[in-house]
T-cell receptor, first 114, second 113 residues
Framework: ETGVTQSPTHLIKTRGQQVTLRCSSQSGHNTVSWYQQALGQGPQFIFQ???????GRGNFPPRFSGLQFPNYSSELNVNALELDDSALYLC?????????????FGEGSWLTVV | GQQLNQSPQSMFIQEGEDVSMNCTSS?????WLWYKQDPGEGPVLLIALYKAGELTSNGRLTAQFGITRKDSFLNISASIPSDVGIYFCAVTPSGGGADGLTFGKGTHLIIQP
């Protein structure tokens, strides 16, 4: 139990649609990161939010966007869904510039695009 | 971008055997992390390594931060059924701060009864 909760746990969308995934960070954590994990792969960094602003981004197109709210919870939005967007989306919370042992992952949201 | 080469890709072992897996990179890193992921769950941190040459244990798990800062290994002694899962190495960005973790592709551990 990491204290990081994600919703929904599973969802199915049609190609071209938009999706919003949600994450509640562990109490006291002010930084949220999102990762995409395709089947058989390790998680890949999408972006990170701190003080309600995106301040780090991996190699993902602009149709992947996010928000962080004053209570540090976060959303990941993906527009114009493609079949390759099918993956497990993981949220991780931490304190800003935390050492590796204080980054906690949620259980993820499984997205299937058909 | 940064790439971690993790091996082996999968391991089929008998209960009670020792396990060894490793991760290498062409770049230098300041932190190496080892995670385990069970089906349907997010990664859980097993061991964090912060210093070149550091050897750290967590129960039956032992991990080392390579002296060149380009590699790390994880050993599991006397494997038990609950060790089944996917093990990932990961590194923190060299510059620190706003970039995320980089993960290897994972080692899938399967224990045969």
């Amino acid at each position: 139990e990491t204290g990081v909760t994600q919703s929904p746990t599973h969802l199915i969308k049609t190609r071209g649609q938009q999706v919003t995934l949600r994450c509640s960070s562990q109490s006291g954590h002010n930084t949220v990161s999102w990762y995409q994990q395709a089947l058989g792969q390790g998680p890949q960094f999408i972006f990170q939010y701190y003080r309600e602003e995106e301040n780090g981004r991996g190699n993902f197109p602009p149709r992947f966007s996010g928000l962080q709210f004053p209570n540090y919870s976060s959303e990941l939005n993906v527009n114009a869904l493609e079949l390759d967007d099918s993956a497990l989306y993981l949220c991780a919370s931490s304190l800003w510039a935390a050492r590796g042992n204080t980054i906690y992952f949620g259980e993820g949201s499984w997205l299937t695009v058909v | 971008g940064q790439q971690l080469n993790q091996s082996p890709q999968s391991m089929f072992i008998q209960e009670g055997e020792d396990v060894s897996m490793n991760c290498t990179s062409s770049s230098i890193f300041n932190t190496w992390l080892w995670y385990k992921q069970d089906p349907g769950e997010g990664p859980v941190l097993l061991i964090a390594l912060y210093k070149a040459g550091e050897l750290t244990s967590n129960g039956r798990l032992t991990a080392q931060f390579g002296i060149t800062r380009k590699d790390s290994f994880l050993n599991i002694s006397a494997s038990i059924p609950s060790d089944v899962g996917i093990y990932f190495c990961a590194v923190t960005p060299s510059g620190g701060g706003a970039d995320g973790l980089t993960f290897g592709k994972g080692t899938h551990l399967i224990i045969q009864p």
